[in-house]
């Protein structure tokens, strides 16, 4: 272990998750100083922070800089760097690294794979069957009354999967992804799956090869509009714990299942892992999907519940210590509400001047920055999704009274934002 208030950090991403666990590690006694590479306007303001103009694609100025300085630990928050193989990169310069490397990415970088993966471990999964033919695929869609999810094998920022209510919707799906390529190479392949009623609850945890810590749930708002309407996002809004499941042993118990499934597969996978479960009516999980990273903005609402010092666990692993004997420790309920710009999901119409962020800390709120930029001594939109709004409470209401407040004081043109999180109605 560093001794405290030596280590150097280097997180790589722009978003409200890398804003968050910024704010989570540079109140560690452990960290002396924090990188952010690209970072955003939120994270240049924190203690010991600063921010570096790498993009997130310069995996050779990354590691450049990693090795010039050098830092103790570098964890990858987004997707697409873990799925191009940025920490197998990091890996091999011999610089510890968080975020799993491309063979093991693949569970978020391919859909299919990730089905596959969880037939071979038995992982209770919905039916499904892998597409490169439009025509087979519609076929299976006539065949199966069931199957009426669509989604793209690839990458597509959230916003790949179609939940279709018939055959017609879950076909004009199929072909706008593999004929009319709305996804590109990213829905050249799809997944057609059986649609599962129920409860979805988002598990988070780290795994480090054969050992895992369970950090906590979440619950997401995928829909664009109040009442889980509207097309699909990235997500306007999370909250934590989930109410759908407060028992932490589910959350071990898939953890272990997976930590031992990668293990038997040959997969090091080092880093945090999200596991999407459907939990149906008969209180039988199924598992939805993985992500090889924290969700943004589930990360924002489980970090900030999280009192354990995160730093020192991770600092400890990358010099040869161990996950058993930690557990995690958290505090109350935590909401998280997306500002979005006009256009989202669609086009975001970016430039517009962000207003009233000073008056938000007064509600006991903490405001995590997603798509701004700075403009002389200005605040501008310069993202699809914006910022989130975040703040705790000894229960769901109270932390969602102190979102609201100051979720009020915020202003920008066009600001989209649901009014129903932390108030879902049971499905
Ligand atoms: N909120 C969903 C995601 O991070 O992909």
Known sequence: MTENGSATLLIIGSGGREHALAWHLSRSAHVARLLVAPGNPGTATLPKTSNVPLSM???EGLLALALQIPVD???IGPEKPLCAGLGDRFVQAGLPCLGPGAAAAKLEGSKAFAKQFMVRHGLPTASFGVFTSSREARDYI???PEARVVKADGLAAGKGVVVADDAKQAKEAVCDMIEYKRFGSAGQQVVVEQRLFGREVSLFGLIHGTEMLYLGSAQDAKRLHDGDRGPNTGGMGALSPSR??????????FFQKMTSALHQEGLFYSGFLYIGLLIDDQDRPHILEFNCRLGDPEAQVLLLRIQTDLAAIL???VQGGTLQGHSISTEGHAVGVVLAAAGYPGEPRIGMPITGLANTQSHGATVFHMGTR???????VAGGRVLTVCATGTNLQAARQRVYAALAEIHFDGMQWRNDIGCFREP
Request: proline share 0%; no cysteine; glycine share 10%.
């Open 57 to 59: 694609d310069d995996s």
């Open 73 to 75: 630990l570098v964890i």
């Open 142 to 144: 006539d065949a199966n």
């Open 244 to 253: 759908y499941s407060t028992d932490d042993a589910l959350g071990r118990q």
């Open 315 to 317: 600092l400890d692993l």
């Open 374 to 380: 700075g403009h002389g001594d200005r605040l501008e």
